[in-house]
């Protein structure tokens, strides 16, 4: 959602949000006719969007499918605000939304062109299986920024709700201030992670499964076995939800180039590996601590076959008493052991 100034340039084209106060049919009727219009004139018509639903109502005997305003009151109509003003003359129950900004002042609320195109797709494609959220209803620090790969909502943005299952999740579109719908259920291996909420827990959960995952893979490949199917299709699945996310710090961001890594290793591709090693060993010496360095250089060394990645490790790791090292320390110092062996068979 953006809040612009009265005195912003009046042909500059864009999405303002208005209210249409228990007239929203009269307002779709009156666009209508006013696009007919225009198009006898041959010129350009007004783009807009009342979103509907359809409900059944009368007596029970009697029940007939109608349609109902989605958003009792909000109309979003796309043009300059000269237009807009022309338009109201002959509409003149069509009010602009207006948030307040400080010191009393109020804007006009209008909404960008890719969020405004993902709320439509949603929107327009469930008239009936939609589930519609007024401002405050949700929580929207919970959930993470997400983005559909395929199926009827592919390219959509917004955020995961937290109903993970069998039958998949729902993504939530949202116009700040104003509304926000949720689709139906989408599967997971169609949801690509763009970044994490702020609940930490859930990240390193996440990343901690699916280190493990790959951790695995690369294991059985370089003992020469075949991965099974399963754990193959989870790590494609890691690979399709994350490659784009956007990590919060340097270690996470490692972190995530080193699961990923791992994983396009074990399934054999050889040109992402180049990709994720580069960026692993130039973050290297940002990392914030021996123990991190190691944990990288580690993985690293299994991945590559990188000597010097596995001198390093050894400089770091040779402090380390194993009756005392702490349980990060002692899996660091088994795995290089283990990757050692099996780079030697």
Not at 98 to 110: A, W
Not at 126 to 150: C, L
Request: charge should be positive.
């Amino acid at each position: 959602m953006q809040t612009v100034p009265e005195a912003t340039d009046l042909n500059f084209v864009q999405w303002y949000v208005m209210i249409a106060f228990k007239k929203e049919k009269v307002a779709k009727k009156d666009l209508e006719a006013e696009n007919l219009e225009r198009e006898k004139n041959k010129r350009k018509k007004l783009e807009y969007f009342i979103p509907m639903y359809f409900d059944l109502k009368g007596p029970e005997e009697n029940r007939k499918r109608r349609k109902c305003p989605l958003i009792p009151n909000y109309v979003f109509i796309r043009a300059s605000l000269s237009e807009i003003y022309v338009y109201k003359q002959s509409a003149a129950y069509l009010k602009f939304h207006r948030s307040f900004v400080g010191n009393g002042r109020r804007k006009y609320t209008t909404v960008p062109d890719r969020q405004m195109r993902d709320f439509m797709q949603v929107a327009r494609y469930y008239e009936k299986d939609i589930r519609y959220y007024a401002p405050g209803e949700v929580d929207w620090v919970k959930g993470d920024r997400v983005r559909i790969i395929g199926g009827e909502f592919n390219g959509v943005e917004g955020i995961l709700l937290c109903t993970q299952g069998k039958r998949g999740d729902r993504v939530l579109i949202e116009i700040p201030g104003v509304m926000s719908v949720s689709t139906c259920s989408i599967a997971p291996d169609l949801i690509e992670i763009l970044s994490y909420s702020s609940d930490t827990r859930h990240l390193y959960n996440d990343l901690k499964a699916f280190f493990n995952a790959a951790r695995k893979a690369l294991f059985t490949v370089l003992r020469g076995e075949r991965m099974p199917e399963r754990d193959e299709m989870k790590l494609r699945s890691f690979i399709r939800r994350m490659a784009n996310m956007q990590a919060d710090t340097l270690y996470t961001e490692n972190s995530l180039h080193v699961i990923l890594l791992m994983a396009h290793r074990a399934l054999g591709e050889e040109d992402a590996c180049a990709v994720h090693s580069q960026w692993c060993r130039r973050s290297l010496s940002g990392l914030p601590s021996d123990i991190k360095r190691a944990h990288a250089l580690t993985y690293l060394y299994g991945c590559t076959g990188d000597k010097d990645l596995y001198r390093q490790a050894c400089r770091i790791t040779a402090s380390w008493l194993l009756e005392k090292a702490t349980s990060k320390q002692k899996e660091i110092l088994n795995d290089l052991q283990t990757l050692v062996e099996l780079r030697m068979d």
